[in-house]
């Protein structure tokens, strides 16, 4: 193999939509969680996409702790408001389902927000508000998961990465979506860092002592293990504000848990009381907000533009190319990996050789 290979968006989606189905996921689930999957690569996310298809998805049916069949069941339900059980099936067909029932609600009443408990890893959660700005609405969502980040003054991991992420369209080619953990990096960003052979930036992990860790494979395994904690967004301690990481990361726990009743914090290991694997029960939330209850679609779009560009045009810090505003840089990574392929270094080849010579998948990559 050499290093770096590429695949086409169409060619891996295909390659895992046929994965998820080989491993016992139906067939029209099989689409929508290699839909969500395909979605991280083509804009540039490397921490969350094909990477993850066999070391997160295919390994945890395998091991029984995430169900390839989705029996999604409403626990109780308002003309705006619902919760849902995903019965810990696959996350990408929950957030979808969420995500449609919230969009639906809005459609019809202005708003709708959907609570999700007993799921699993979604995917990348800016695929949801993606589906609320080609709707032409507003789209929130968060999720909790298995503890990682370390309250402020703290070392003990307690809070999961809880993203909090928000889209919304423009009058541009791309619609504005802010997607990023509530730490200041994720988890899926170590591991990518860990398959590649490359230290780590200072401050992303402390240890039990409070100092910085960066060295990945070390964070990885401290991180199962409770020896090592991810920092909240802004950093160590209060002199960065990290506080704010560790108040939003708090936030996003609240509303993946506390409306519908699902598990928390420490809940949320993956361990059962005997040190078994477990299902992370892991909860999400939903928002959708139909712009046109508020003002005209067209003029919303055209002042979020306005905006925009306005942040992008104004004055740069010495040496510095260019401004960006947030889904930018992932829509130039979606028009260079459109043209040339999805890079997939020797780890990821290596995975998806693995699942498609185990379960017999009728399939041959561009470097074989």
Request: aromatic share 8%.
């Amino acid at each position: 193999m050499t290093d770096i290979s590429y695949e086409s968006f169409e060619r891996l989606e295909k390659f895992m939509d046929l994965g998820f189905e080989a491993v016992g996921v139906p067939k029209e689930d099989a689409a929508i969680c290699a839909k969500v999957l395909i979605e991280s690569d083509k804009r540039g996310i490397d921490s969350h996409g094909v990477g993850r298809f066999k070391p997160i998805y295919i390994d945890r049916i395998e091991e029984g702790i995430q169900h390839t069949t989705t029996n999604l069941q409403i626990i109780r339900e308002t003309k705006t408001t619902a919760v849902l059980d995903g019965g810990d099936g696959m996350g990408h067909v929950i957030g979808v389902k969420a995500m449609e029932m919230a969009l639906a609600k809005a459609k019809e009443y202005g708003m709708g927000m959907v609570a999700v408990r007993n799921s699993t890893h979604y995917g990348i959660a800016g695929y949801y508000p993606l589906m609320a700005a080609e709707a032409g609405m507003i789209g929130i969502t968060g999720t909790n998961a298995r503890p990682s980040i370390a309250p402020t003054f703290g070392v003990e991991n307690m809070l999961g990465t809880n993203p909090l992420t928000i889209g919304f369209p423009t009058d541009e080619d791309f619609p504005f979506v802010i997607d990023c953990a509530t730490s200041i990096t994720q988890r899926g960003k170590i591991e990518h860092y860990a398959r590649i052979g490359k230290t780590m930036p200072y401050g992303w992990v402390i240890d039990e002592k409070g100092e910085a860790v960066t060295d990945p494979d070390v964070a990885l395994e401290g991180l199962v293990k409770g020896t090592c904690a991810l920092t909240p967004l802004g950093g160590i301690g209060e002199e960065l504000a990290g506080y704010k990481g560790y108040g939003y990361a708090t936030v996003v726990e609240v509303l993946s848990a506390a409306l519908q009743g699902g598990s928390f914090l420490h809940q949320l290991t993956g361990v059962g009381a005997q040190g078994e694997k477990q299902p992370y029960h892991l909860g999400h939330f939903f928002m959708a907000i139909d712009i046109n209850a508020f003002t005209d679609p067209a003029a919303f779009k055209k002042t979020a533009g306005d905006i925009l560009r306005d942040l992008r045009a104004s004055k740069k810090a010495e040496g510095a190319e260019r401004i960006y505003t947030a889904g930018e840089k992932e829509y130039l990574a979606y028009l260079e990996r459109k043209e040339h392929g999805v890079p997939l270094n020797p780890a990821v080849k290596k995975s998806l050789v693995a699942v498609r010579d185990k379960y017999h998948v009728d399939f041959k990559f561009n470097w074989e």
